[in-house]
């Protein structure tokens, strides 16, 4: 992918990529896990809802552990990374 005069590839730091590559990237990458590790639906939003309550998150990523949120719950072997895990 290009963006203006700057190539865009896997190794790009997010400075670097539209808003628009960038979430189309997540999604890509989401859509692509093997089905073996990937959280289910119900269990994905469920995830999802409680790091959008919780006060460790800001801007996609969990200030505890600097994850973006959206893939660490997408894995279900892994877990909210708080003292007291709220997932």
Request: proline share 3%; with cysteine; hydrophobic share 30%.
């Amino acid at each position: 992918m290009e963006h203006g005069n700057k190539r865009i590839c896997r190794k790009c730091l997010l400075q670097d990529i539209a808003p628009e590559e960038y979430l189309e990237s997540m999604r890509s990458y989401l859509n692509s896990l093997d089905e073996e590790i990937k959280s289910d639906g119900s269990l994905y939003q469920k995830r999802i809802d409680l790091c959008l309550a919780c006060n460790h998150l800001q801007e996609g990523i969990c200030k505890i552990c600097g994850c973006f949120v959206e893939y660490r719950a997408a894995i279900k072997l892994r877990g909210c990374p708080a003292v007291h895990p709220k997932w």
